[in-house]
Structure formats: structure tokens, C-alpha cells
């Protein structure tokens, strides 16, 4: 779970550090104050993408960086040690974007790629927004919410790699079935993209290479300027901290003559001393292989500028440019020799289909099985949220005999009956605004059930809804927080009270910035307060406060 975050410059943020707990914690204000900006910074630090818009103002770059206890998650852990990145059951993940848009990403310490976010932080942290009742009628998202229900990730990549196969071959056989004319011409293009992506030759992992290099080229003066000023101040200057250490450490062995009991201080000294002596050693080698090189600079800048140039022209990233000149390379043997390969290429591409019908029939099962929990959850979750007697199901047809596609051969449908006696149709025609705003935070809550991702994100997924309701919804909520880390963006007083943590978040106004603060609400008294600004308003009253302090002492007391 997420125990601390750290967040530097980023939006309306200056500076900010929190300490989060197990179990459900609220997160209240007025609306800009600024808490949906806590929830971008959690999805930036774990892999979404991030432009130079989210720099504070007059700042020269943002950083986001995450604690999370990986005590209850071995999958997580298991996937650190895979890429060497563990360091026991606690990670740390940091994130920096400059005004430049440029962004950087560490694990534990090591340089890590968004991908990698993205991949560590779906095991970990799972984030519902505001605006989910919105794309809820879209298919695509349904089939993403029986998917994750079913659990199948891993299934679901392995699937679409295998499409991505059969596509290539589908491909390269269409390639090889033009006419006559049409190949030759298809044959000369294949030979000029050949031709010149050999002619540039680009190698892999060579782009990543040039970039370290020019980053490193570009600030050669800084790095100059900066080891020269350390290496004096270490062992060159009048006085520096060789010739200090050195009189300080023959005072103290002559006091040591004395009493023995500084013989420890005197030891220490003297490791410090020879730990200060290899260091200026290692600054001394390092300067005498640093050198400004604006020629060299200039060649890296020329390289990366040809493998992004390709990069473009190929629709690829410049690191897959020795991949592509593969490909490529084996189309252009393919149709030079045409008719055995596509006697060959033919028996491949059943082969690759038939893999990808057992792949795809697995998760279609995987799917049904799904939808069958899920319209139990969902029905049931309808009951309680005020929609008694609706009814909501999971339409899974799917289509055996179609061609591929990355996801499967299923078309899902989400259907509801919203009140007792009528027909179940498309969730998007007959749900109202209200009622498709609790369906969506009852489908969210079901999909979340059981789930062996550690922490939940609800980013206002009670909108549209308030009264007794509300207080159900905060139920709900507060029991998923038995079982997971639960986080939630409220503006309702009642979804607030249950929350076993609350915190208030607020924007303080200078005379020429405005930040972000937060305060953790310990006390009743201060909870209290806030209950009561969520329920009145700017004019607060002791009937408002009473009603509060009433509404808090029901919710706990019912936890």
C-alpha cells in the first residue's frame, strides 16, 4: 500500500509530504483546492503520461515520488527481483518532468522506463475517476471492467502478442499475394527503406546510449565547474577539509596519549581521512577524462537527430529502428523469393491463428464466468444504493469463426433494468444521469472486490448521488478499507464521516502564489468542522456543527 508520498512543484503544489494508513481515508475541500491534483500526481508517479503543463509555475521541473509497503503483495516483489530492482517488502518510486517536457523514472534508485511504472503500479494501485459514469456506455470499457473483474492481465498480453504475430504474417502474406506489378513496386520501396536504414545502421540500444552521452556532453562545463570546486575544497584550498582533518586528527592522537578513551575518535579520524583522500583520487581521474567536446557534442547531436528522423518516417520509437530494419529485411527476402514462401508463410499463419483461437476461447470462459459474479455483485450493490428491484447483467457473445483481434472474439454488453418490471436494454438508453452514476459506482466497487491490488483511488465516483444513499455509499467504501488501502476524493459530508482517516485539503493564497496544503484531521473536534463546512457551507452554524457531530458519532459507531 502507499505509505508516504513526497511532491515538488507540481501544479498549485509547492511542497508536499504525506504519511497515509491502511484502512479508508477521506479527502475533503472546497472544489480547486486541489485534490484531484493529489490524485494525478499518484497516476504520474505510477506511469501516466506527464508534459511540461504540470510544472509549477516559474519552476524548472516537478517531482513526484511514492513509498509503497510491498509486505502483502509477492507479485510485486517477484517482479523487482526479476529486474534486480528489490530491495526488501518496501519500493520507492520517483518521477521528475521538466519545463523541457522531458521525463525521468527511478526505482529504488535505478533509472526505470514508463512502461515499467505502468507495470509495477497495475499490480499496486488502482484509480477510479470522476468521470467513469461517462465512458460507461462505451463497449470497449465494459469489456476493460469484465476483464479486470476475471483477473487475466497477463492472458489478455499474452494474447495480444499473439494477434500482433498472426497480424505481421497476415501482413507479409498479403504483401506477397500483389500482382506482379504491384510486388515489384512494393519490392523497389522495401529495397530504398533497406537501403537506407542500413546506410545509417542504426544499432540497439544505441539510442539510449547517445542520450546518456549528450546529456552528459551538454553539461560537461556544470560537471567541470562543480567536481573542480569539490576537489578543492576536499585537497587543493586554503584551507581544505585534507589539511583540516589532518591537524584535527594529530590534536586528538596527542590527546589520545593521555586517555585511552579517544582511541575510537582517533581510529574514525583516521578512516575518515583515507576515505577523504580516495575520494579526491576517484574526482582527480574523474577530470582528467572529462573534457569539453563540442565536436563530439555536435556528432551525438547529428546522430539523434538521423535516428529520430528515421524514427518518424517509420512510425516507430528510434530504439526499434534495428528491429524494424529486420523486418523489413526478411519482407524483402520474403518477396524476392515469393512462391516457396508463401507456401510457407500460409502454413505459418494457421498455425499462429489456431494458437490464437486457444488463447482467445480461454479468456472468452475466463469472461462468462466473470460476467455471472459481476451481475451478482452489481444487482446486489443496486439494492442498497436506492434502485431496489433493478437488475443489471452481461451480455457475452462471442464470435468464433471472426478474424483476430488484440482482445478476443467477444462483444460485452452491459444491460439494466433500472426499476422492477421492465426489460433489461443497453445501459447507456435507459439509465438516467442519477441512476447511471450509482450503476457506475456500484459496477466500480463490485470490480474491486476480492482484487488482490493493494490500494483504491476514488477520485469523486459519488457524484450524482447524496441523502441516504450517500451514507451507503460511505459504507460500502469504509468495508472495502477492511480489506484494502482505500482513498476518497469527497464532497459529501456523509461519504466523509465513515472514513477511518480524514484529511482536509485546501488552497492557502499569497500575494503572488497560491499553494496546496493539507492537514491531517485527528481530533473529532476537527472533523467535526469540516463535516460541518461540507454540510452548511461558509455560514456555519451550532445546528450544522451538532448535525455533524451527530453524523460522526453514527458512523463510527456503526463501523
Known sequence: ????????????????????????????????????????????????????????????????????????????????????????????????????????????????????????????????????????????????????????????????????????????????????????????????????????????????ELSEQHERLAHAGQLLENVQQTHSLLFDGEPDVHSLLT?????????????????ASVELLRNAQIEIDEAAGELRHYLDGLQLDPERLDAVETRIAQLQSLARKHRC?????????????????????????????????ETSEATWRTQADAISAARRNSAATLE??????????????????????????????????????????????????????????????????AIQLAATHDKRIPTLIFDEVDSGIGGGVAEVVGRMLRSLGSRHQVLCVTHLPQVAAQAHHHLAVSKVKGSNSTQTQILRLAEPATRIEELARMLGGMRMTEQTRAHAKEMLRIAQADA
Open 247 to 263: 591537524q584535527a586528527l594529530g590534536a586528538l592522537e596527542e590527546a589520545g596519549r593521555h586517555d585511552a578513551a579517544l582511541g
Open 1 to 208: 500500500m502507499l505509505t508516504h508520498i513526497l511532491i515538488r512543484d507540481f501544479a498549485i503544489i509547492d511542497r508536499l509530504e504525506l504519511d497515509l494508513e491502511g484502512g479508508m481515508t477521506a479527502l475533503t475541500g472546497e472544489t480547486g483546492a486541489g485534490k484531484s491534483i493529489l490524485v494525478d500526481a499518484i497516476g504520474l508517479v505510477l506511469g501516466d503520461r506527464a508534459d511540461s503543463s504540470v510544472v509549477r509555475a516559474g519552476r524548472e521541473r516537478a517531482e513526484i515520488s511514492a513509498t509503497l509497503d510491498l509486505a502483502d503483495v509477492p507479485d510485486a516483489q517477484t517482479w523487482l527481483a526479476e529486474r534486480d530492482l528489490d530491495t526488501g517488502e518496501e519500493c520507492v518510486v520517483r518521477r521528475v518532468i521538466g519545463q523541457d517536457g522531458r521525463s525521468r523514472a527511478y526505482l529504488n534508485g535505478s533509472p526505470a522506463t514508463l512502461q515499467m511504472l505502468r507495470e509495477l503500479g497495475e499490480q499496486l494501485v488502482s484509480i477510479h475517476g470522476q468521470h467513469a459514469h461517462q465512458v460507461l456506455g462505451h463497449r470497449d470499457h465494459q469489456r476493460d471492467i469484465l476483464d479486470l473483474q476475471a483477473g487475466h492481465a497477463d492472458a489478455l498480453l499474452t494474447l495480444a502478442g499473439q494477434f500482433r504475430a498472426w497480424q505481421r504474417l497476415r501482413e507479409r502474406l498479403d504483401a506477397m499475394s500483389l500482382a506482379d506489378d504491384q510486388r515489384q513496386e512494393r519490392l523497389d520501396f522495401l529495397t530504398f527503406q533497406v537501403d537506407e536504414l542500413q546506410t545509417a545502421a542504426p544499432v540497439a540500444g544505441e539510442f539510449a
Open 317 to 349: 520509437e528510434p530504439e526499434e529502428l534495428a528491429g524494424r530494419l529486420n523486418e523489413l529485411s526478411a519482407e524483402l527476402d520474403g518477396l524476392a523469393h515469393a512462391d516457396a514462401r508463401r507456401i510457407e508463410l500460409a502454413a505459418e499463419l
Open 376 to 441: 451478482r455483485s452489481v444487482t446486489e450493490a443496486m439494492q442498497t444504493l436506492g434502485m431496489e428491484g433493478g437488475r443489471f447483467s452481461v451480455e457475452v457473445t462471442s464470435t468464433p469463426d471472426g478474424p483476430p483481434t488484440a482482445h478476443g472474439c467477444d462483444r460485452i454488453e452491459f444491460k439494466v433494468s433500472a426499476n422492477p418490471g421492465q426489460p433489461q436494454q443497453a445501459l447507456a438508453k435507459v439509465a438516467s444521469g442519477g441512476e447511471l452514476s450509482r450503476i457506475s459506482l
